[in-house]
Nanobody, 122 residues
């Protein structure tokens, strides 16, 4: 599967952005999808994941209550809605996909998008 992330940009603190990740192929609904991010000088970290059906979601503590992950299997797209953004959310955001079970470990994801930059100004 090929992934294409989009929707990043510059936003003021307290603002919102919605990231999208479009996937190729006809088996999107069999993949667990996740978002990760990497801030300058830091390691890549888990943000959120969603089960293949969309029934189950899980968030890193950093995004709980502010971020929502969803998917539209008919459109082969997963979304990350980010509200109440903070300067510390500034990072390149990546979508990732894997089959079978859900996990927050980046090394267990097989497919990655190219990343989209989110910059939150104070």
């Amino acid at each position: 599967v090929q992934l294409q992330a989009s929707g990043g940009g510059l936003v003021q603190a307290g603002g919102s952005l919605r990231l999208s990740c479009a996937a190729s192929g006809r088996t999107f609904n069999t993949y667990v999808m996740a978002w990760f991010r990497q801030a300058p000088g830091k390691e890549r970290e888990f943000v959120a994941r969603i089960s293949s059906s969309g029934s189950f979601t899980y968030f890193a503590d950093s995004g709980k209550g502010r971020f929502t992950i969803s998917r539209d299997n008919a459109k082969n797209t997963v979304y990350l809605q980010m509200n109440s953004l903070k300067p510390e959310d500034t990072a390149v955001y990546y979508c990732a996909a894997r089959k079978m079970y859900s996990t927050s470990r980046d090394l267990e994801y097989d497919y990655w998008g190219q990343g989209t930059l989110v910059t939150v100004s104070s």
